[in-house]
């Protein structure tokens, strides 16, 4: 099983910017592609971003293209969100996801193991 922890999250003012963080361990592999979703209070989970473990291409949701990207340090075995010019439509819990395949995908349903997400929150 592969396990993740996200952190980083925290409350901005509109226009600020945050870092969150995702670290993957135990059965892993640098193949393994990720995702990024979020749920805000009374909404669907949506995607937001993704990202070929090995091969580094990215795909974003386009509420956040622009604003967010999503990296990774394989090393570290590791997946960060950038996340800038934060709007208070931003605010959700934040949760890290990953795949058995190395393909990103827009679906929470090729995801196989998720983390237990890490709130932001933006104030206006």
């Known amino acids: 099983q592969v396990q993740l922890v996200e952190s980083g999250g925290g409350l901005m003012q509109a226009g600020g910017s945050l870092r969150l963080s995702c670290a993957a361990s135990?059965?892993?592999?640098?193949?393994?592609?990720m995702g990024w979703f979020r749920k805000a209070p009374g909404k669907e989970r949506e995607f937001v971003a993704t990202?070929?473990?090995?091969?580094?291409?990215?795909y974003y949701a386009a509420s956040v293209k622009g604003r967010f990207t999503i990296s990774r340090d394989n090393a570290k075995n590791t997946v960060f969100l950038q996340m800038n010019g934060l709007k208070p439509e931003d605010t959700a819990n934040y949760y890290c996801?990953?795949?058995?395949?190395?393909?990103?995908?827009?679906?929470?349903?090729?995801?196989?193991?998720w983390g237990q997400g890490t709130q932001v929150t933006v104030s206006s």
């Open positions: 990202i070929g473990w090995s091969g580094g291409t990215t």
């Open positions: 996801a990953a795949r058995v395949s190395g393909v990103g995908s827009l679906r929470e349903y090729d995801y196989a193991y």
């Open positions: 135990g059965r892993t592999f640098s193949s393994n592609a």
